[in-house]
């Protein structure tokens, strides 16, 4: 069997495997799989407005598996989207409140803002890593709890006068739209999903068509054969890491101006950083992969929010489920192992 | 109040906080000295956490005041299974470690929670009566000044985990077990040419790390939160991933860092309280774990470099 036959069947018995597990789970706990699995599918897809909300779920995630992805390709492993994405969330806010600007400009400037914080952001791992070797893993992991304090300190005392979360954005800045929403029977769904398939693209065009893409490819596969062909790899690594977090920055920007419309204090992170982790695993760091990945895990975590209503099974049983789907995708060398035994048995 | 007033306060409130704290950050010292990275020390906490209680409000009745030493137990058990779980993924099917890792945390949240609603059909579990309490050690406590400053309203935990870090101390160091796995997590090869069973040393690391990690969670859960929830557990993990690596990956210096960490949280919470602290804003002492722990791994305050191997899987025949 060919490579990318392996690659596509891989991510697909991952998520069956992911499935069949949380199914095991229901029945020995008691619960009615059939009616936990017809409601998940009602409230991700039954009416039109549940619909609207996994696009609208699914757009920071389409952004915080790019960011991830991105990061991947050029070898670097980028587990600080949840702290880029909450300063862009913040930076997107503040441009949102404290900004007077025409309609349409508000809102591109808010979202610049938010991709630029976060390339700010995550600049502090990418420098750290090109000029002292330092792993971005765990200077990432160290930066979303710095990022989490920083900003509810922020929000706290800069934004709002000791309350717990800023003033709505201005009308202007805002990503909602009445259009999508009355074409949606009032879900929350906002233009944000039109800038996470520009930044799909922007991703594709940049990896494959440009000598900069190329050139951050190759440092990722290898760095001493980069440096040389001449290649400055300190200043690929760090462009890297920036690029990346501004898709997380972007990811940040589709809550704070979209979905909320403001920015809270919050106790934890949003999630949305360690999905784009198993966004991009599954999706396989490809373009088609991580719209794919991410509509699949957006409508899981929309529809299981039906499921404690329509099913009385608790809506976690999802975060087990896409946990388990992570798993097998990482221990996807025992599916290769596996495919390929049964593929020589077909053989003799 | 007066400087010794302030210690009085002070230093009990870092021990209890650096317990659960030293507890993860010697786990993951034995997992990442054998090579393998633990991200999961977060989830291993949680899964900690929530055995730990549930197994308290179900037998406090029995077991009466032994209940947290046996939960403490329970937890730890609990916490060695999860590992298993990140063993087998990435010493055997040589996952990505880190990937794993965040698959651990993931499941165990949303395990952890999927069972509280199953077992007590609500989103938090009730508040346990029997948790670890505060006590004057006997003895100890009688000494002058120092028995009222470092003995005194205090908790049992605390101790066992300081006694604790330095036997993982001598584990480590000063026996063969100790130099077989940081063998196994400097030179895998060179270990396994000496007949070292590397997959056999790395998945002992990584179950002692659940293990350590899941008394970690079950002593913060019961001398901290007394429940559980979706935010008991909320960094407690990566704290300690922290101190671990602001300790240099040896277990003294992870229980310092702990120490020092736990005294940084404890003083975000009561500093508002204490004069000259109440004026600081609390952010700086809430973010000082992690910024600290980027200097020292960027050679600022002394390199922190860890295990040669770590985070590479072993496969037999390699170069």
Redesign the interface.
Known sequence: MSNRVKNIIVPIMAVILGMLVGTI?MIV?GYDALAAFTALWNGAFGEIYYTGEVIRQVTPLILAGLSVAFAFRTGL?N?GVEGQLIVGWLAAVWVGVSFELPAVIHTLVAVIAAGVAGALWAF?PGL?KAK?R??E???T??????A???T??IIR?VLSEKSDRTEMIKETATLRSSFLEGLTDYSRLHWGIVIALIAVFIMWFLLEKTTRGYELRSVGFNQHASHYAGMNVDKNIILSMVISGAFAGLAGAMEGLGTFGYASIK??FTGVG?DG??VA?LGGNGPIGVILAALLFGALKVGALNMPLEAGV?N?????I???I??F??????IRLFIDRISKKGVK | MGFMDILYIVIPSTLLWAAPLIFTALGGNFSERSGIVNIGLEGLMVIGAFSAIVFNLAFDQTLGNLTPWVSLLVAMVVGALLSVLHAVASITFRADQTVSGVAINLLAVGAALFLVKLFYGKGQTDIIQKGFSKIDIPVLSDIPVLGKLFFSNTYYTSYVAIIVAFIAWFVMFKTPFGLRLRAVGEHPMAADTMGINVTKMRYIGVIISGALGGIGGGIYAQSISSDFSHATISGQGFMALAALIFGKWHPLGAMGAALFFGFAQSLSIIGSSLPLLENIPNVYLLIAPYILTILALTGFIGRAEGPKALGTPYIKGNR
């Open positions: 789970i706990t492993f587990i502090i750290l002292f330092v792993h893993v765990i200077v992991i160290m930066l979303n709890y710095t989490l304090h920083v509810n300190y005392s106790g934890g360690f982790i198993a695993l608790p976690e049983l999802v975060d087990i896409i946990a388990l992570v798993f995708v990482a221990a996807s060398y025992m």
